[in-house]
T-cell receptor
Framework: DQQVKQNSPSLSVQEGRISILNCDYT??????FLWYKKYPAEGPTFLIS?????DKNEDGRFTVFLNKSAKHLSLHIVPSQPGDSAVYFC????????????FGTGTRLKVLA | DVKVTQSSRYLVKRTGEKVFLECVQD?????MFWYRQDPGLGLRLIYF???????EKGDIPEGYSVSREKKERFSLILESASNNQTSMYLC?????????????FGQGTRLTVV
């Protein structure tokens, strides 16, 4: 049972345009959400996160939106750059009890120059 | 600078061998994790540990065991390697539960079982 889902396996965007990556979750106990970026043959690197008490968090070109009622979060990258081409994973956790991170299946973003 | 180090970038092992994957973190983190990454399946949690000698099964623990004798070191053991354990293995660590913080990953170990 996939608790965190990324339904788009891939996405192509022109350089300079907006990239929108989506993530859905099923467990209403999740209260902290993260986005990671991964290049081939490297470990994932943390990008941005959001607590369930917020609905938006921004860091430079990256913004994460959280819609708790829909159990949906999205990552916006504006403007997209060729160096953003990577696989993006969303992750969720429950910050009480046993603390572990559940990841989605990933979305491969390709930014076209 | 935070660091999670996995002992090998690439490993090739034979079917039936016992395989040890080592991970060390220098951040004094309480939590450590082992994931595997496979195409179309994302990152799946194998085991995690929230303290020395403490461990919990993740989503896919079958065929694996772990050891955490020291806070900084978390080992993943493949008792008898099989072809379907060919994968990218990723170790991560994070601070104590209850804090909003991210997990820090190592560079990964690409294991091929032949």
């Amino acid at each position: 049972d996939q608790q965190v889902k990324q339904n788009s396996p891939s996405l192509s965007v022109q350089e300079g345009r907006i990239s929108i990556l989506n993530c859905d979750y099923t467990n209403s106990m999740f209260d902290y959400f993260l986005w990671y970026k991964k290049y081939p043959a490297e470990g994932p690197t943390f990008l941005i996160s959001i607590s369930s008490i917020k609905d938006k968090n921004e860091d430079g070109r990256f913004t994460v939106f959280l819609n708790k009622s829909a159990k949906h979060l999205s990552l916006h990258i504006v403007p997209s750059q060729p160096g953003d081409s990577a696989v993006y994973f969303c992750a969720a956790s429950v910050t009480s009890g046993t603390y572990k991170y559940i990841f989605g299946t990933g979305t491969r973003l390709k930014v076209l120059a | 600078d935070v660091k999670v180090t996995q002992s090998s970038r690439y490993l090739v092992k034979r079917t039936g061998e016992k395989v040890f994957l080592e991970c060390v973190q220098d951040m004094d983190h309480e939590n450590m994790f082992w994931y595997r990454q496979d195409p179309g399946l994302g990152l799946r949690l194998i085991y995690f540990s929230y303290d020395v000698k403490m461990k919990e099964k993740g989503d896919i623990p079958e065929g694996y065991s772990v050891s955490r004798e020291k806070k900084e070191r978390f080992s993943l053991i493949l008792e008898s390697a099989s072809n379907n354990q060919t994968s990218m293995y990723l170790c991560a660590s994070s601070p104590r539960q209850g804090r909003n913080t991210e997990a820090f990953f190592g560079q990964g170990t690409r294991l091929t079982v032949v």
